[in-house]
């Protein structure tokens, strides 16, 4: 199933794999756990929105990425490294390298964003 081309197909088939290794990661799941619970549908679903609004200009997502990661407890910036790990892997096995560059750089903008937000400086690096 690797060199999809990027739809909205494609996206759910990512955010689909991508959050069901996040919900077995020992380290992420009890983060998500505890602001998500069993309640996972609208968050993919929220998750194609914002994917496909970045990737394919679709406009459909609209929310508040910065303050919605602010209000969580305890993360460190292993998560982050985690977090991309996780990204990368499967959207490597999804997409060809150039598309995959493109999602990956867009998660580790956000990333470094969220890390300033946190903890006042990047500890993840560019791939
Ligand atoms: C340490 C790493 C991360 C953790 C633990 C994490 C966790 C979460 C959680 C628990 C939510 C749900 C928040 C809520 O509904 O109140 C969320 C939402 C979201 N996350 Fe992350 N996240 C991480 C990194 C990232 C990164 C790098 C991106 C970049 C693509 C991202 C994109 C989003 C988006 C777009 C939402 C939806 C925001 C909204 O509903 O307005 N997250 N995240």
Redesign the pocket.
Known sequence: MSDQSITRESITLLVDQFYSEVRSDPL?QP??AK??GDNWTP?LE??VD?WSTVMLGTREFQ???YG??M??AG?EPE??SR??ALFEKTVDALFDDRDATEFIT??HR??AS?QIGFFGSVATSQR
């Open positions: 992420l983060i998500f602001v998500i968050h929220r998750m914002f929310g508040n990425v919605k990661h209000a969580l993360i998560y982050f977090w991309l867009v998660a956000i990333a969220l």
